[in-house]
């Protein structure tokens, strides 16, 4: 197969359409979507707080029966109808039936997940520069709490940080898919690995490292409970970028002779390998000088420099940080733009550049409740939430397992074990009934019912 850019032509209509055009190219976007700042303030976390080893044996359990039946159907769907969430729903729904509302609460969800994830990733921009004029270069947690309270504080500078993130992925975004997304993600996965495994190594040879591989691997059977295993399945939801169309999406790019479950394998344990990699490069540094683990924000922008302004070499290995740090967010960020991008182009017959532009445009005034949640609208509040909380609730609680869930039944009682069957085995090509067999069994009775219980346990129902 050529590495150069192929138009992939739409058995539908014959129209050529932009689309991953190498094997690693597909694996490169993917995993950039999969990987983000989950892995880097979330997982390591999540997983040493609720029981070590005894965590990542439940979370690889929901992987394999909630995250990846849901992210295979999301594909395939996607790839068979070659469009983008919205048509690809319904082109391939039974006329009269509006499964077409699941694209449309996706590219709702987008919207939302992207308005306070780019605010995050707008301050780990800034912490870049910070990071490199030595501002955050303190061992002193007040020190540290008090720059990023300045930062958060300040409404120009969280507003322009965030429109400068989301020009930057509208700038590539607009070079298309092929040489935009792939080209990008190309560059930036093994970076992201080299810059994991070169702090990894370094925080491994701190003094004192065992305590932190300890918090994170140690099993702690004890810790396991039913709230635990929903904690797991969440987050695998989020990790795998499930529940939105924005796999949907990618499948409609991905090449016709790519192998959805092997690759979809592939893309779910390298994210996981980034995870624990993460994890081995905060937690033995943070317990080597003491510090106490977090989670989220506080983690991520007051305990980590402080860790680095701690160690040798602490400057220059903070800089790569916050760099590795923006890497994965912008392959992340990416793939939640594509979404209405696409809708528009596909929907619309928008030209990319101005489906872009729009798409930018909306999310800078969007976005900007998000960028002001901490400042100017502090005290505006819908149900006892700033727009930020807000944002992150209806998405990961609502709608995205909703998403889920009607991507299962879709697929299981709607599309059919022929058609997915067709779709997952290259229309014969490859020889992978069992596999097909065990997807659609799940997708048909198990997995939505798996969501559906995280989904009551999250709104406090259950
Ligand atoms: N998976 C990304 C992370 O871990 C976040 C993400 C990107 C996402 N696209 C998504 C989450 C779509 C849900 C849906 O940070």
Known sequence: MSKQTRPVSNEATGNSRDGFTSSFGVLAATLGSAVGLGNIWKFPYVTGANGGAGFLVVYLLATLLVGLPVMIAEISLGRRAKADAITTLRTLAP???????????????????TSFYSEVAAWV????????RGDIL????????????????DPWQSLLWQWGVLLLMGGILAFGVAKGIEAVTKKLMPLLFILLIVIGIRSLMLPGAAAGLAFLFTPDWSKLSASVV???????????????????????????????????????TADLFVSMLAGIAIFPAVFSFGFQPAAGPSLLFITIPAVFASMPFGHLLMVLFFVLSAVAATGAMLSLLEVPVSVMVGRFAISRPVATAIT??????????????????????LFGMTF?????YLSSNILLPLGGICICLFVGWIWGKEQLSATLSNHGVLSNGKIV???YLLLKFITPVLIALVMLKGLGWL
């Open 388 to 392: 930020f909380d807000l944002f992150d």
């Open 138 to 153: 303190s061992s002193d947690p007040a020190v540290t709490s008090a720059a990023f309270g300045a930062l958060i504080s």
């Open 360 to 381: 930018v445009l909306l999310l800078a005034l969007v976005g900007a409740s998000c960028a002001l949640s901490n400042n100017t609208l502090a005290d505006t509040k």
């Open 437 to 439: 067999s065990m997807v």
């Open 95 to 113: 006329s009269g039936q509006k499964w077409w509302l699941v694209g449309l609460s996706g590219v709702i969800a987008a919207f939302l997940i």
């Open 230 to 268: 929903l904690v797991a399945m969440g987050l695998a939801f989020f990790k795998l970028s499930i529940g939105m169309g924005t796999m949907i999406t990618y499948g409609s790019y991905f090449r016709d002779e790519q192998n959805i479950p092997a690759t979809t394998f592939r893309v779910m």
């Open 125 to 132: 921009f800034a912490y870049v520069f910070k990071a490199i």
